[in-house]
């Protein structure tokens, strides 16, 4: 699967600073990575998204040079590097685990690259220094990894990393260990850490979140093939496909067939309801069609909804039903509600909490309208 890269800001044409061809890697006749091809330009932190087994460690670990490819080509600055040593490549990776060493200090830790590799003591010293400075972490050398919390250790290891001034930095589920409030705070961190050096980064997570808060492109995985690529807001509000408006976020899938395909507008039959699509698709009538909507895209309340609410009169007999309140979840910032609709649909509904206290709330088994816009219709072919 071919997916070019995107234009650099710049105007220029230049090839990416990382290319993949034709990428192939067969475990014992299963194919774990299946005919990959992408381009990353330089300075992009670029993510692979996937569930486990999608294939995106492997691919990761070809680019490390741990895995040796089946077949294809991986380029980096304008060099073949697939028979090039892991050792002999400017890449560096940090894993999961961090893989500190626990009897040496963390100046130790992040000097151990550097001396293996010769470098004179003082600019050895003098890397060390910019690094644990660039971390925040100057006031901690002498400490033993032990006595360090998860995210300092998190960050001594990209210390370690950035040391040896690679041309491409991997991380492998990075943030993996650490718990939701720090590795929420650490996503952050990390990315100006890395924005600041200018390295170019390929990142492995199973994590949305994690993904769309630190990445500037996203690479959506199943079954050893890339489905979508895209900027984050890409890949979550015009998904490509079934599996990736399903796997990043939260979606409602209506399964239907379109009965009016107009240049402007398009209508989508559903068991539930009926569908306006307020703008054109590439399609033919009578053919088969998901209509996803995203759940804080779907008004929730008692009454019917105005025609003020909706957004045109063309759409009044469209994009809304009725049914019973069959669960509500309160997130703080947030309420989400399960609908179930009078066809028996479970329709997932999310409001923002933007209240302290809301004068109307609503309750389970209470009877409510649903309705959104057809500009918020993702209708996916595959």
């Not at 650099?8 to 990416?16: E, K, L, Q, R, T």
């Not at 600073?17 to 091809?37: H, T």
């Not at 039959?269 to 306006?276: A, M």
Request: net charge negative.
């Amino acid at each position: 699967m071919t997916i070019a890269p995107p234009a650099a800001s710049n105007g220029d044409a230049s090839p990416p600073f990382l290319q993949i061809r034709n990428l192939v890697k067969d475990f014992d006749g299963v194919r774990a990575v299946d005919d990959i091809s992408i381009g990353i330009n330089k300075g992009e932190i670029f993510a692979l998204l996937g569930s486990s087994g999608c294939g995106k460690s492997t691919l990761l670990r070809m680019l490390a040079g741990f895995e040796t490819p089946t077949a294809g080509q991986i380029t980096l600055a304008g060099q073949d590097i697939v028979t090039t040593p892991p050792y002999q490549r400017p890449i560096n990776m940090m894993f999961q685990s961090y893989a500190l060493f626990p009897h040496l200090s963390v100046w130790d830790n992040v000097a151990f690259g550097l001396r293996r590799d010769g470098l004179p003591k003082a600019e050895v010293a003098a890397r060390v220094e910019q690094m644990l400075a660039l971390v925040q972490l100057s006031s901690y050398g002498k400490r033993k990894p032990h006595q360090l919390s998860g995210g300092q250790q998190q960050r001594v290891a990209l210390a370690r990393s950035l040391a040896k001034r690679p041309q491409l930095l991997l991380l492998d589920e990075p943030l993996g260990a650490l718990d939701k409030k720090l590795r929420e705070r650490t996503q952050i961190e990390l990315v100006n850490i890395i924005e600041q050096v200018g390295v170019t980064c390929v990142m492995v997570t199973h994590d949305q979140d994690e993904a769309m808060s630190m990445a500037t492109r996203i690479a959506v995985m199943s079954e050893g093939r890339i489905l979508q690529v895209g900027a984050p807001g890409e890949i979550y509000e015009t998904p490509n496909c079934r599996f990736v408006a399903d796997f990043i976020g939260s979606v409602n899938m209506f399964e239907g067939r379109i009965s009016v395909d107009e240049a402007d507008h398009v209508v989508i039959e559903s068991p539930e309801v009926r569908h306006y699509v307020s703008h054109g698709i590439t399609g033919t009538p009578g053919m088969a069609v998901s209509a996803a909507v995203r759940p804080e895209k779907i008004g929730l309340q008692v009454e019917a909804p105005t025609p003020q609410q909706r957004a045109s009169a063309a759409e009044h007999d469209y994009n809304c039903a009725q049914g019973v309140i069959a669960a509500i979840a309160y997130f703080g910032n947030e309420t989400r509600y399960h609908v179930r609709l009078d066809g028996g649909m479970e329709l997932k509904v999310s409001r923002t909490n933007a209240a302290r206290h809301e004068s109307a709330r609503l309750e389970r088994e209470q009877r409510v309208h649903v309705w959104w816009d057809g500009s918020d219709i993702v209708v996916l072919t595959r």
